[in-house]
């Protein structure tokens, strides 16, 4: 039982540049969410869903896009990447009242 | 919209002694959920402690304990016996409702040093 698996770890993107941040979660949540968190801050919510086919918009949410195909997985995608995205991403599940963190992705964009 | 907030950047305390974080929310719902997350340099989000909004009780696990005061809306988090395993940032977090998908809004973080 991996729980939520993030990849990559780390990656430096060019300004302009596009990726897609991989989450999975082997516990079949029906929930599940994007954060990213900014240097000496909490986490903010990107992106939220709540089964296979359904997402909806967090506290910051501009600039990326998500998709839902599958309880498993919930891809984050960025488009157009800016400095501004520079940030750690936190995939995480929610099973009974406890929401479960991925270790995180560190994106850099120059 | 709730907010969440942690007045002490920074805490320290030495080896075996108790330290207890501060942590304070703003909601108008009677019904909710608070953690507390430990965030070691592995930047892995760890839960510490729950604590049930509708339950007086206050929640323990093991060396940690918490101070929930609901009409205060304070929610402070107490260390015993610290070990140097304990430093790590530590966040607040609240259980907001949001057409069902009950996400989790954070305080800015409490940095805890460990003295040997």
């Known amino acids: 039982n991996a729980g939520v698996t993030q990849t990559p770890k780390f990656r430096i993107l060019k300004i302009g540049q596009s990726m897609t941040l991989q989450c999975t979660q082997d516990?079949?949540?029906?929930?599940m969410y994007w954060y990213r968190q900014d240097p000496g801050m909490g986490l903010k919510l990107i992106y939220y869903s709540v089964g296979a086919g359904i997402t909806d918009k967090g506290e910051v949410p501009n600039g990326y896009n998500v998709s839902r195909s599958t309880t498993e997985d919930f891809p984050l995608r960025l488009e157009l990447a800016a400095p501004s995205q520079t940030s750690v991403y936190f995939c995480a599940s929610r099973g009974m009242e406890t929401q479960y963190f991925g270790p995180g992705t560190r994106l850099l964009v120059l | 919209a709730q907010t969440v907030t942690q007045s002490q950047p920074e805490m320290s305390v030495q080896e075996a002694e108790t330290v207890t974080l501060s942590c304070t929310y703003d909601?108008?719902?009677?019904?909710?959920?608070l953690f507390w997350y430990k965030q070691p340099p592995s930047r892995q989000m760890i839960l510490v402690i729950r604590q049930e909004a509708y339950k007086q009780q206050n929640a323990t696990e093991n060396r940690f304990s918490v101070n929930f005061q609901k009409a205060a809306k304070s929610f402070s988090l107490k260390i015993s016996d610290s070990q140097l395993g304990d430093a790590a940032m530590y966040f607040c977090a609240y259980r907001e409702r949001i057409q069902g998908a009950q996400k989790l809004v954070f305080g800015q973080g409490t940095r805890l040093t460990i003295n040997p």
């Open positions: 516990m079949n949540h029906n929930y």
């Open positions: 909601t108008s719902e009677s019904d909710y959920y």
